[in-house]
């Protein structure tokens, strides 16, 4: 009998769904294409390696009515969703219920509604959809926007399919990689569920936790650029100022260069952090930066053991951005061969991809910069037309919070017209999309707002539906995807529900 596993509410949920699993001649893999949907893939696969369960693994950007029925009617009869699954039970119960397939499913995302479902595999569990084989911490009273990721519970399910000489610990590194690439951090760090597989991963000797300068970046961005980019923490005269930034460092005792290359925060001795990390201190005081901020210059940090240093894989959000710059761009595949160890080709290609993708963060929020938001009574928002990739809006949403001109209190909605994948290669369906215009919908709230009772996830699934359209997800995070020409009407919908939610 295996032990409780690393987060003992779930342990019976793992191992009925890893019983399930076992009983598989070949499963079928399904996950979602952002950095947590392809850690999720990255455990998964790698669990069911080892457990010698044959697979084969697709990504999807969203599952819906007709991705499922492709996979159900393709050949496998056991279908293990990760990072989503959840909330799509409205359609994969009734699949189910055909006999279509049994889906086994480890995700965070809410639930969908049980009434929405076939009643003959979905029951109802504190107001959401439970099925046989679903493992979700929301369904144990685990919040699965803060306290575990898609890849957390792909982690907790890879533990109970350890074999019984093995030891699926080392895959905490890439759960925690999920987690910190879905934002789930309190205050800078992972709590709940997540710190107890970070704590896993420690005892395996894959991960480190450090305390350290918590700015993005620290392996491999040039100092002054480091700097230059802390904008979590605005500190006049360096914060977006690249000369201001070089100033500042110019006048410590540090030097900037090694052998013509430039020197990043992990090339420093730790006197040298301590000297900068000091005067950055020093300054910010001086400049009146909040004391908080200040203090959250300087925190827990996840760095992977196993990887080298000085590359985006050795800390655990620069790899998940660099997982986001391949799945988002339809190529999974890359980035799941990075998670599975790859570290020649496709690291090469990812590194190449995150140019891109690192350009396209930049111009976005340049546009809301420029152009601002509408605000609404209870909600702002854009519409980036077709000038953002709807599969990166939300990150942008995401960081516009804060921008000039984006006010923090107010959840933020972002709109970009869907493009069908050019090269359908990795999309289950393989549409190549001639149906009617599609708009993608993103949104972004803080934790603040969700304890006055803020949840997208809600606010989307129902704007949507009123409009043609579907959406979900989480409460301080969610999307939906709405027929083009009903923006309008839909903001109109949102801002009266969240207005309702914060009353
Ligand atoms: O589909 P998935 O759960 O993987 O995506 C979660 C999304 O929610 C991520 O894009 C993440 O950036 C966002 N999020 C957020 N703030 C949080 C938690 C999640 O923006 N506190
Ligand atoms: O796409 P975006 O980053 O805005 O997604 C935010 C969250 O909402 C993610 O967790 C995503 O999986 C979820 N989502 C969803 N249904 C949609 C769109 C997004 O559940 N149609
Ligand atoms: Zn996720």
Known sequence: MASAGPVPDLAERAATCADRLREAEAVLLASHIDADGLTSAGIASQALERAGIPFETVFSKQLDAEEVAAIAAGEYDTVLFTDFGSGQLDIISRHAAAGDFTPV???????????????????????????????????????????????????????????E???????????VVGAVGDMQTTDGELVGANQSIVDEGVAAGAIEETVDLALYGTQTRPLHKLLEYSSDVDIPGITNDE??????????????????????????????????????????IEKKVRADRIDSLFGTTYVLADEIEGTELRDVSEFSTLLNATARYERADVGLAVCLGDRGEALDRARELLQNHRRNLSQGIEMVESEGVTKEEHVQWFHAGDRIRETIVGIVAGMAMGADGVDRGTPILAFAEKTDDSNGDEDIDGDEGDEAAEVKVSSRGTPSLTRRGLDLSTVMREASRAVGGDGGGHDVAAGATVPAGTEEEFVALADELVGEQLA
């Not at 046989?132 to 919040?143: A, C, K, S, T």
């Not at 000489?165 to 759960?175: H, P, Q, S, T, V």
């Not at 030097?255 to 910010?284: H, I, N, P, S, Y």
Request: contains cysteine; hydrophobic residues 40%; aromatic residues 6%.
């Open 105 to 163: 499913v480890a995700d965070h995302h809410q639930p969908a509604d049980p009434e929405d479902c076939d009643p003959a595999v979905v029951r109802e569990v504190d107001g959401y959809a439970d099925t046989q084989f679903h493992l979700n911490p929301l369904l144990e009273g685990i919040d699965g926007s803060s306290e575990l990721s898609g890849a957390g519970a792909a982690y907790v399910l890879a533990r109970a399919l350890e074999p």
């Open 165 to 175: 000489k093995g030891d699926n610990r080392d895959l905490a590194a890439l759960a």
């Open 243 to 284: 000369n201001g930034a070089l100033r500042f460092l110019d006048g410590l005792d540090v030097e900037l260069k090694d052998e013509g290359e430039w020197r990043c925060w992990v090339d420093l001795t730790d006197d040298e952090r301590q000297t900068v990390f000091e005067a950055l201190a020093q300054r910010a």
